[in-house]
């Protein structure tokens, strides 16, 4: 029986005499695929013909041999017990000790299949937040045609902007517990099925009437409310500690570019092809994601059947969430002050951000004075500054916690640059005198803020990963209140004063929120 391209080591003296009694052995080096199984070599002393031979250790012709850790056997019932080396081993490449056999034979492993499994997971997640802020931010280009055609005021576009938010409320809590007791695979799946059908209900909605678009922006509200929790829940179970920071980093920075990819895409699909076909597009879109996400997704690796050992081994020795949760303990998780700095601080951040975020174009028209065009452009100057510096921020954070810094103070240098970095940058916008200077610093502003992604929103994941989605829940809800009242704040303070007025209010919400975080929070589990 021939062996066909099979490396094996030969040692350097090979072709000189044995200087003891034993045959040497030819072992291969790794897991090595021939017929059905592995196995050994061993020469025997040369025949007076000058032949060697390969000798079978067992009666049967079979031969066996360990490598590694797993047993293998070649059977040939009428092998004879010593052959010819040139008819053993037919066209075997041989190599001698020291040249690199792992290296070529790692080399003919597909790269895709080396790939760590749980980076597959983060990239999926990455790209479902990136089809969620696409379909969130398309209704604010597509409200300028739809307005025209139905004839809205501006009462009634600021109610159906609104809308959105009813349902996103309503399921941050519950799709925190949903996903922490079946699991965050089905939750966001479900997630991107509902929010990407009421997209592309959305045209029909309003021509129907405006109580049914109201609903269907609801609907939408309530599928893009449950996928954060979950994401959070997945990445506990799949993500390292050492690898925490950038990979939720990815994942949010989805979100920045999605704003970028719908705010640059719609206005020309709405030219081209009228409004609707914003909504019918970017909706269809989820089915795409939802059939690789099936069929390639897990909500944990010990459900994972193709994981490989040593990743599951990697991922599991870093594990604190590896039995399902059967109920909540709000009493407990209302008792930890870092679950209220958290809490405390989402609604700071989310306050300054949401407000930058909603009235950026104003502040672009009204004080820098660039037409209505300009603004939109210039608007997406800080989501790729915010992609940017959050994957920055994550890369820096897993390096410092690598090196052996605790995680606590990480997160607590992480989360200071977030809100101190926006706090210098917008006291900084009454002094600066030219327009160029003044989206300098709103750019700059967001970019800091985007630190808060390896500080804040990590944060969940180390004080309590089997809770982490019901606590991004939590401290989200707060976040999404900040964004709605912060948004009507600031049509108030702007009637009855100016934007000095209200950066200040932004900038003293960031001082306090950089004191309690900065007291009470922790990179430690304090729930378990």
Request: proline letters at 5%; glycine letters at 8%; a positive charge.
């Amino acid at each position: 029986m021939n062996a066909r391209a099979l490396l094996i080591s030969l040692p350097t003296d090979f072709h000189s005499s044995p200087k003891h009694n034993f045959p040497p052995d030819i072992s291969v080096s790794r897991k090595i695929s021939c017929s059905e199984s592995l196995f050994r070599l061993r020469f025997l002393p040369a025949d007076r013909a000058g032949n060697r031979r390969v000798s079978s250790p067992f009666s049967d012709g079979s031969v066996r041999r360990r490598v590694g850790r797993v047993w293998a056997e070649v059977k040939s019932d009428s092998a004879p017990k010593a052959v010819k080396l040139e008819d053993a081993l037919g066209d075997v490449v041989f190599k001698r000790e020291g040249d690199d056999v792992d290296g070529e034979l790692e080399s003919a492993v597909p790269w895709w299949e080396e790939f760590p499994k749980r980076w597959v997971i983060v990239v999926l997640c990455f790209s479902a937040f990136l089809l969620c802020n696409m379909d969130r931010v398309n209704m604010s280009i597509a409200i300028l045609p739809m307005s025209q055609e139905f004839k809205w005021n501006p009462a009634t576009v600021g109610l159906i902007q609104s809308s959105f938010f009813w349902g996103y409320l309503l399921t941050q809590i519950a799709g925190g517990i949903w996903a922490d007791k079946v699991g965050g695979k089905v939750v966001l799946a479900f997630g991107v099925v509902w929010w990407s059908v009421a997209t592309a209900l959305t045209p029909v909605a309003a021509k129907v009437g405006l109580p049914f678009l109201l609903v269907v922006r609801a609907l939408m509200g309530i599928g893009e409310g449950v996928a954060m929790p979950a994401m959070n829940n997945l990445l506990s179970k799949w993500v390292p500690v050492a690898e925490r920071s950038r990979s939720l980093a990815l994942v949010y920075s989805g979100m920045y570019l999605g704003s970028v990819t719908g705010l640059a895409f719609s206005p020309f699909l709405i030219h081209d092809f009228g409004w609707p076909s914003v909504f019918y597009s970017f909706g269809s879109l989820g089915t795409v994601w939802v059939a690789v996400w099936l069929s390639k997704a897990h909500s944990s690796p010990l459900e994972d059947p193709e994981l490989r050992p040593e990743e599951k081994k990697l991922i599991l020795r870093n594990s604190m969430s590896k039995e399902p949760v059967k109920s909540i303990p709000w009493r407990l998780i209302l008792s930890k002050s870092p679950v209220w700095a958290l809490i405390v601080c989402h609604f700071c951040h989310n306050w300054g951000t949401f407000i930058l975020l909603t009235w950026m174009p104003t502040y672009y028209n009204q004080v820098l004075k660039f037409n209505l065009t300009d603004s939109g452009l210039l608007c997406v100057l800080p989501w790729l500054t915010m992609a940017f510096s959050a994957n920055l921020g994550g890369w820096i954070a897993d390096t410092l916690v690598s090196k052996g810094l605790s995680v606590t103070i990480v997160r607590k240098i992480m989360q200071s640059i977030g809100f101190l970095g926006p706090a210098f940058f917008l006291t900084q916008l009454s002094h600066v005198n030219s327009p160029a200077m003044a989206v300098l610093c709103m750019a700059c502003s967001q970019g800091t803020d985007a630190f808060s992604q390896s500080g804040l929103y990590s944060n969940h994941q180390d004080i309590a990963p089997r809770y982490s989605g019901v606590m991004l829940g939590l401290s989200n809800t707060a976040g999404v209140l900040a964004g709605v009242f912060g948004t009507a704040a600031t049509g108030y303070i702007l009637q009855h004063g100016s934007w000095d007025d209200v950066f200040k209010v932004s900038v003293g919400l960031y001082l306090f929120g950089t004191v309690v975080w900065n007291l009470f929070s922790t990179g430690e589990k304090i729930i378990d």
